[in-house]
């Protein structure tokens, strides 16, 4: 049988939640919303097609597609990784 690791760099080498909130509250600030620690929370861990659709009930954002609020959070994370 063989061996394995598995690391989890995410809080500890790398923040990868720091960069993603500022994206989502970057992108979402652009729609006429407004991201706060509390709406990150509460969709930590979830999958794309649950998070996008959950933000865009809790805060009105009418006129945005799941599909393009994940792009755009997409576009704006990879502009914020050099900073992570």
Known sequence: MGKG?????DGKLLDFE???HQALKTVIASA????TKSHHSSILG?????????????LN???MTPEQLVE???FEVEKLFPSM
């Open 18 to 20: 720091g960069i993603s």
């Open 61 to 63: 954002l009418e006129g």
């Open 5 to 9: 690791a598995i690391f989890d760099l």
């Open 32 to 35: 006429g919303g407004e991201f």
């Open 72 to 74: 755009e959070y997409h």
């Open 46 to 58: 979830t999958p794309a097609p649950f998070w996008s659709r959950k933000l865009i009930a809790d």
